[in-house]
Structures are given as structure tokens and as C-alpha cells.
């Protein structure tokens, strides 16, 4: 467009395009599913469901408390334990066996030690039997004297740093895979998976010995080791008995790396996440389910319509077909991932005759399934993400809440309750803050709270210009019987006072010049004033030539310069006086937002100080002015919010970080067992291993046969590829981006043999590792980041509410009220402009209208290029006639509502 139209205007239309079209209107789909997938999570959770995860969480922790007060128990019995072994014993004492004979004397009863002969007989047959039965007592008492130590071990901080080891040294042996290994390290490899594998299933016996199989079991992590251990026991046998493929081997030695997840336990929040994915599998079963059929359905409509059809005369190859199931089901897969789908909808255009009309209307299919696909069924991911963050956001603060009310109940027992008269103060204090009339007290302190909160221009955070903004009190807001509406109750953002301390060991709080430094800084007109030069200092940035730095543009920039550095230093000493640099609580440094100030400034100063700009240090300070634009963030208050929301969610993501971390490693140790050494091709298709690849080849130009070229043969290597982890890792984050991955995917499909060429359509059921990874990394992984701002972004909006016993409905339902005022409708007195008023505001007026505005859209719309002289002609009579009726209905509501 800018080659025909020119570069100054274009861009325009697409850049408005794409900010309401794709970034505002597109996302509104989004926002209408996120919403729907809430309302039906509250709904879930009146219904109790919500509730299972963390029942069973309870649970889990009622056992384990359970099980300690046995194992408790059990060490206090020892006592009692002791003397019946002392009872059990048997000896020998020349030639006799000592046995326990039952008696009864007295009111108790009891057993009494009698010497008997070896050969019993028959005829003390009870005596053997209490003798067995105590034996076996014993067997018990011992058993349960071991499983405890083995309880103790397995619940030890050596023996959990040492699972973590061992998980560490398998992760490692896998890891160091990679093609051109030497023989010697896959010998230790197979060595250490061996013995890794028996210490794990050493682990998990032990386990199971200590903990029993009923408690073994209750717990998730466990369940899902055992698995790992039988699959790993599984491989290693059908590996022994080689009746395994080498796809086979392949994925199954790759479920080892699972075990990486066992890791994921012992961290409270990171565990609270995986076990809130893991309870959302419902969720995300039935909609990959749905997503299943959809994509079948397309698949075969597509193979119908364009089966075979993607054939032309440029003799190019199509790889993005329908000409079968398994391709048409890729071709779709890839037109939801919205990875050139473009092409292959050009193609389908093509195939119906071009652009024209039973070729436009293929356009029909294409943008159903990429609409109904994309936009809908791919959001659902990113709706049940942030679902998950909230189920485990939940979890965490309910442990935290659990927490610190033990905490609280401990301290509890050291500290005294109020008195009652400490009490009565209390109670009269808040009644003197509720002044309103016909209100209850309660009521009264929420709305009264609210309004403090709502109407007072005060930063929830500390202010970066006004340091120690957090010490002020609120002032109070009186209540009338009949509030005002909350336009008119704005209240002026108050000053924050100077330190006690005195400003570079001159200024006391109390010198003139201090307070004149004071009031100039805190002045509406010196904040917008400094924006102003802010931004005239970042236009001057913009409009340097890089190029031609010794230019008469740039010299004059440069002079502008700095005025602009003067001027921002002279701000940075007024606040610098005002507050004090840095020794006390509230100086100029001990804010962030100010320091970064500081910063451009600094660096501005220094870049003036050097007259040569040919030096490296210059060019380095003068490219850090770029950060001049973000010293405007300390003078929005909601850009400030956004930049605090931004950075708050980077400290706690980790969690997130972690897991997409340990998927994405375990794909790519399973790319490196599928592909490695096997992207390998020669510029020649016909040639398959590099020994062959020797000497020159005809190639013919665009399939022409007439344009005949003589090429070297070369053997190549793709640039991504799988030959080791960190190769793999790196090819499998462009995939999760949606960049070019098709021809990844293809190049993977015709993968034959290591060091050996491409074979066409080689492995086509290879795409399923590739599919799998997108649902898994880029459909869901990649979304719970954006729901983790979206969440985030939530938490610190209502931040600024957090001591409001109001929640967020019925701050809204007081703020409507406050906001509530009654519609105004015009009514003219004069007769004959009242019909006039009447007719316009009528419905059948508008209907009439929004009818003409469709009419004018579908004529609009007919125009096309090269179109006939009777075309244009009557597209002109059209244009005209709307004209004349739109001004028309302008004139009428003129005359019924006037100028006003």
C-alpha cells in the first residue's frame, strides 16, 4: 500500500485497524468467554464442587496428623511393650524349657513361669499356644518398631535432599544425551538409568513399607511416581528382551523424565498449582474433546471441498493439503494455531478459479474455522488458566490464613485480652465517625469507609515524589442524609510534610528556602510543567538522525538538550532539598521510581561532560537517554499502578516458570531421543547421506524444464534442530511461538535415519509429539502467564480497597447509588415542533434509519476494482440519495431538539 499510495497516510488505517480491531474488539471475545467460564466456576462452587480439591487437601492433612498421633502413641506404649517381651521370652535352663502357665488367684488372674521338660506332649498344648500367640506379638511389636524407623528416615531431611539427588543425576544422565556421543558415555548412561532405576524402586518399596499402601496411596505425587517406577521397570524389560521399536524405546525411556515433577511437592504454592491443574483435568479433557471433533469435522468438509485440488501449474509442492485424512487434519491444526493460514486459504481460493465467484466463496470455510477455532475454542484455554490461578491462589491464602491463626492463637496465650472499659473506648470512637441520619452504625462505617477510599486522590502506594505518603491519616468525609454525587466529592490531593531531619546538613524543617522548595514541588503546575519538558525531551530523542550525527539537526537538538538536562537537574536538587538525599527515612533515594530519575539524569550530565561523541562510553550514556520517557511514570498515578502490577507479577511468577520449565526440558529430552542427528539434508532430494552428496546436480528453475541451472551439491544442516537439549529447548520455544512451525514439523515428518536425508512423508504419525506440545506448551502453558497478569492485575486493583469491609459488588452498588441521577428528557412546548419530536423519537424512526445506514454499508461494499460505467453510475445516484435522506434526518432533529 505504501508503494502505491505513498508512506504518509497509510499507516494510519492500519495501525487504527489493528489497535480497535485486534487488540480492543478481538479481545472482547475473550473477555465475554473469561466471563462466562467465571460465572459457571460460581456456580460450581454453590454446588460444592469447587470445594472437592481442598476437602481433599484437608483430608490429606487430617491423616497425616492422624498417623503421627499413632506413631506418637505407639512410642509411648514402649514401656508397656518392654514387659511383654520380657513375658515372651523363652529360655533354657538345664535341660527345660521355662514356659507361661496361666492361673487365676485372687481378683486378678495371670500367667506364672514353670519349668517344663523339652518334650511337651500333647498334653500342654494351651501353653504352646499362648507361646505362639506371643511370638507373634512380638513379630508385631517389632514390625511396628521398624516401620517407624523407616517413617522417620522417609520423612528425614537427608532422605529427601537424597531423592532430590538421585532425580538430579537421572535428569543429568538423560540430559547428556546428545548425537556424536562416544561409546563410553552410553555405556554409563545405560549403567546409571539401571541403578537409578533400582534406587527408585528401592524409594518406593520403602515407601510403601513405611507409610502402608492406604496412606502410599492417598497422595497424588505418590501415585504418580509408582507409575513412573512400573513404567521404567516395564521398559527395561521388553529393552532386555529387544522386543521393543525404536520409536518404542524411544518415548517409553522418556517417562523417567516425569519424575523431575516429584520435585513440585515440596514447595507449598508450586504444589498448590500443579494440583490445581491436575484438578481442572475435567475441564481441560472435555474441551480438547470438543476441540478433537471440531477439528474433524473441518478436516473432513476440507478434504471434501479441496481433496486433490491443490495442484498447479507452478509445480510447487504443497505440503499444507487435504489430499488425505491425517494431512487434512494437520492442514486444520495448523490454520487454528493461525500459522500462515493465509496461504492455505489462498490456495483453496486458487483451486475454485481465483478470485472471482466460486472462488471467493471458499473464503467462507477459512474464516468460519479460523473464527470459531481461534478466537473461541483457543480462549477457552486461557479462560480455565485463569480459573486454575484463582482455585490456586485460593488454596495458598487458605493455607496462609490457617497459618497465621495458629500464629495467632500461640500468641494468644502470652498476651491479655481488652478490658472492657479499653473496649468502650473503642466503641465510642467509632460511634463519632458515623454522623449520618436514618443510617445504622454499620452501615454508616462502610459507606463512610467507601467513600474515603473511592473519592480521595490518594496513591494506595508510597508516592515516588512525596516520600512517606503512607504516614497521613485520611481526612474524613462527613455524611448527609442525601449523599452528593461523587463528581462533586473530589477532594484536593494533600501535601506530604518534610522529614524531621534536616536536607544535606543545612535545611532544617523550618528554613524558609526548604519550604519554598517544598511548596514548588508539590505545586500541580511544577508536576505538569516537568511532564511538558518530559515530553519534549523524548520528541527531541526522536527526531535525531543516527546517521548523520554531526548534522545541523542534530547540533540544534543538542542545545535543546540541554535545557531539558538543566531543567531536570534543577528539579532533582528541589526535591533533594526539600526531602533529604538518603540518610533518613522518606529522603529522595529511598523510592525506587526516584532513583531512576536520578539515573537519566546522571547520565545525562555525565554524556555532557564529554565533548567528543566518538568515544564508546558516550555512545553507551547517550543510548541510555532512552529511559528519559519512563521518568513520566512517576507522575501518572495509574501508569505508576500498571508498572507496579507489571512488577509484582514478575517476582511471582516463578511458580509458573518452574513448571513450563520442567515441560518444555522433558519435550525436548523426547525431541532429542526422536530427532537427533537426523536434520540433515542435501541440496539435491535425490541423494539421502552425505557420502553421496558429491559433485553437481541439474536443478530446474520454478519446475520449468526450459530454465536448467548446474548447482553444487551441498549437505546441510538446519539451523533448528534436535541434536542436543539446549538445541531442542531452543527449536521448541520457536514452536510455542507459532513462528514457522510447520516447516519444522514437516522437516520432522520426512526425518528417516540419523545422518541420513529426508524422505517425503517419512513418519507422518510423528506430528502427534509436535501437537501434543502446542496444546500442552502454547495453548495452555503459554496462557496461564497472561492469566497470571490478569489475575494479578485484579489483586492490586482491589489492593487499594483492602481495608473496606465492602466487597467488590457492593462497592459498586454504593458507588451507582452515589453516581445515580434522574434522565433529563427534552419535550418541546411549540405544537408543530412537537410532531416533529415525536416522529424522531420514535422507534419505527430508527428502525427506518438503522435500515437506510445497512442499505448505504451493502452499496458502500459492491464497489470493486474495474468495475462498469453503469456500476459507477449507479453507485452515484445511490450515494447521492443516501446523502439526501441522512441530511434530511439531520434537519428534522435540528428542528425538534434545536442547537442545544
Partial sequence: VNDAMGNEWPWIYFVSLILLGSFFVLNLVLGVLSGEFTKEREKAKSRGTFQKLREKQQLEEDLKGYMDWITHAEVMDTRRVNELQCLSERTEFQGQVMVLIPFQGGSRGGFALQAQPKDLGLAHWPALLILSHLSSRQWRRWNRMFRRKCRDVVKSKFFYWLVILMVALNTLSIASEHHFQPEWLTQVQDNANRLLLALFVAEM?????????????????????????????????LVELGTLSPLGISVLRCIRLLRIFKITR??????NLVASLLNSVRSIASLLLLLFLFIIVFALLGMQLFGGKFDFEDMKVRRSTFDNFPQALISVFQILTGEDWNSIMYDGIMAYGGPSFPGMLVCIYFIILFV???????????????DNLAEAESLTLAQKAKAEERKRRKMSRGYPEKSEEEKQMLAKKLEQKAKGEGIPTTAKLKVDEFESNVNEIKDPYPSADFPGDDEEDEPEIPLSPRPRPLAELQLKEKAVPMPEASSFFIFSPTNKFRVLCHRTVNATWFTNFILLFILLSSISLAAEDPIRAESFRNKILGYFDIGFTSVFTVEIVLKMTTYGAFLHKGSFCRNSFNILDLLVVAVSLISMGFESSTISVVKILRVLRVLRPLRAINRAKGLKHVVQCVFVAIKTIGNIVVVTTLLQFM???IGVQLFKGKFYRCTDPSKLTEKECRGQFINYVDADPTQIEVQERVWLHSDFHFNNVFSAMMSLFTVSTFEGWPELLYMAIDTNAEDAGPIYNYRVEIAMFFIIYIILIAFFM?????GFVIVTFQEQGENEYKNCELDKNQRQCVQYALKARPLRRYIPKNPYQYQIWYVVTSSYFEYLMFFLILLNTICLGMQHYNQSAEMNHISDILNVAFTILFTLEMVLKLMAFKAK
Fill in 205 to 237: 518399596l520403602l515407601k510403601m513399607y513405611a507409610l502402608g499402601l492406604r496412606q502410599y496411596f492417598m497422595s497424588l505425587f505418590n501415585r504418580f511416581d509408582c507409575f513412573v517406577v512400573c513404567s521404567g521397570i516395564l521398559e527395561t524389560i
Fill in 266 to 271: 515440596y514447595w507449598t504454592s508450586l504444589s
Fill in 372 to 386: 470459531c477455532g481461534n478466537y473461541i475454542l483457543l480462549n477457552v484455554f486461557l479462560a480455565i488458566a485463569v
Fill in 667 to 669: 519435550f525436548a529430552c
Fill in 782 to 786: 503459554m496462557n496461564i502467564f497472561v
